[in-house]
């Protein structure tokens, strides 16, 4: 029987055949030089241009294993799939894409490593974060007012709640996601708001962003679509349906 390894990447993928090829040979080279294992968790969303085909090549070897969906089923519902089939002590999502390189998760992984924090989220909104190369200024702006947005509906205090890298510990964030409901992209900021409920500690760390022109995200239905979701999230709360996440954690203890 293996061991279980250090750490899981779990990354959801859409219809990705003509880039994640190239990005999971990169973050391979990477995890051989790295040092800790990890294990490479790709979950294909229903594809129909052969992403399925690209990642079981790459995936055959030992360390990467590809998940299936029945159908398209969501990000958030890849990304769940993912996370509960993992099986390392820490987890990293991240996007297909790795707008956020591979090389930016010593930064996010140390803090929870440590037990500073249960969740370390990349972050694109603060002062030190690095953004080389920018959305057009029409995103990035519906992008700070869907913020705000975020901030008024739920109270959450993040700067940058949808950069599609954060790492976490497993055995901690099991229960957040087990009663995690939104299947599509306002996935994070379920997670996010269950965390707080469950009195997890999240972290904000600024890393390096480079947009990628091939987003798949429409900023304006896709925007119109997570609001709806966010407010179904405090109605499912506010009538009792996520059920009683709080609870103690060994690491708490000696936590300020």
Avoid at 74 to 98: N, P, Q, T
Avoid at 176 to 185: E, Y
């Amino acid at each position: 029987m293996h061991a279980s390894p250090d750490l899981s990447i779990v990354i959801p993928a859409y219809n990705e055949a003509d880039r994640i090829g190239p990005n999971l040979e990169h973050l391979r080279g990477w995890l051989a030089a790295w040092d800790g294992s990890g294990e490479v968790v790709v979950v294909d969303d229903g594809s129909t241009d052969g992403t399925a085909e690209v990642a079981e090549r790459i995936c055959g070897g030992p360390g990467f294993r590809l998940l299936r969906n029945q159908g398209n089923q969501g990000k958030g519902y890849s990304i769940k799939h993912g996370v509960l089939l993992a099986r390392g002590s820490f987890v990293l999502l991240s996007d297909a894409d790795f707008s956020t390189p591979v090389e930016e998760l010593p930064r996010l992984l140390e803090p929870v490593a440590s037990g500073r924090c249960d969740i370390a989220i990349g972050s694109r909104g603060l002062k030190t974060s690095r953004i080389e190369r920018r959305q057009p200024a029409w995103r990035e702006g519906m992008g700070r007012c869907f913020n705000r947005l975020v901030r008024l509906l739920t109270g959450l205090p993040y700067s940058d709640t949808q950069c599609g890298f954060k790492v976490m510990r497993r055995d901690v964030v099991l229960p957040v996601f087990r009663a995690a409901r939104v299947t599509r992209f306002a996935y994070d900021v379920e997670i996010l708001y269950l965390a707080a409920k469950a009195g997890l500690a999240v972290e904000e760390i600024p890393v390096i962003w480079r947009n990628d022109p091939a987003s798949k995200v429409d900023p304006v239905f896709d925007a119109i679509t997570m609001l709806k979701d966010i407010v179904r999230i405090r109605l499912r709360d506010y009538r009792g349906r996520y059920g009683e996440l709080r609870r103690r954690f060994p690491m708490d203890e000696g936590r300020s």
